[in-house]
Every structure is written in structure tokens, then in C-alpha cells.
């Protein structure tokens, strides 16, 4: 729990929920722990993320600042006209290229992106594969 979420959880200013994190790879090194409950003021993604921020330094492991940082490069080019439901989170939400944040198993641009709602019990992953080149 956060330190923030203890100290202002017996004052009711905002409800706090609680999630099942599953940090994987660079993140889960960083962090130290496969798995984790963690109780935070707020009831989104975002609150939850800049609470987790606040006492894990993962954050450039994780979020993108610009669009080019998001963007892999070497890909094959896509069709000019991607099937189906194709979104995106704005500049300074999009995960860092080959980073994902899912909720429930749903990556969280297919959600309401950094304003996805949490509720208790929610599983976010939090994800930064090990790459390695030949």
C-alpha cells in the first residue's frame, strides 16, 4: 500500500481501491517482487500508475514521453487499411515500445486508456520484456 493511501485512508477524501500487480521482466526486476496486492488513493489507472510511480522508479521503464518513443522501429509497413478497432493512447500516455500496461488482460489503450477505472481485485500487468538481439 502506499504510503499516501495510508495516511489519508482514515480521512475518506477519495476511495481507495485495490489491485493485483504482476510486474514481468525489467520491471519486475526493478521492482523485485513477481506479484504484489497494492491499495492506492483513487479509483484509475492513472492515480494508480503516478501512486506506484511515486515509490518504484519505473516510470521511464514503462511510460513514453514522445510518440517516437512509443514507436518501434523495423517493422513491416501495415495495410493502409488496419482490420478492425485500431486506438491509441494521446503523446505522454503510449507505453514505451515493447512495453505494455494491461488491466485484466486488456491492454489499456482498448480500455479508456489512463482513465481506465480500477476496482478492487483488478489485475494490472505491467510489462517490460527481456530483448536480446543475435
Not at 9 to 17: A, K, N, P, V
Not at 97 to 121: I, K, M, Y
Amino acid at each position: 500500500m502506499s504510503k499516501q493511501a495510508a495516511e489519508s485512508g482514515s480521512l475518506g477524501r477519495q476511495r481507495l481501491t485495490t489491485v493485483h500487480v504482476r510486474p514481468t521482466g525489467h520491471v519486475r526486476t526493478a521492482i523485485g517482487e513477481p506479484s504484489f496486492e497494492y491499495t492506492f488513493e483513487g479509483e484509475t489507472l492513472r492515480e494508480f500508475l503516478a501512486a506506484l510511480f511515486e515509490e518504484y522508479d519505473v516510470e521511464e521503464m514503462l511510460i513514453a514521453e514522445t510518440v517516437a518513443d512509443a514507436t518501434a522501429h523495423g517493422w513491416a509497413k501495415p495495410p493502409e487499411k488496419l482490420p478492425g478497432a485500431w486506438r491509441k493512447n494521446p503523446e505522454g500516455e503510449q507505453t514505451r515500445a515493447f512495453a505494455r500496461v494491461c488491466v485484466n488482460g486488456r491492454f489499456n489503450e482498448h480500455l479508456d486508456g489512463l482513465d481506465t477505472e480500477l476496482s478492487d481485485g483488478d489485475r494490472v500487468a505491467l510489462m517490460y520484456p527481456f530483448i536480446f538481439c543475435c
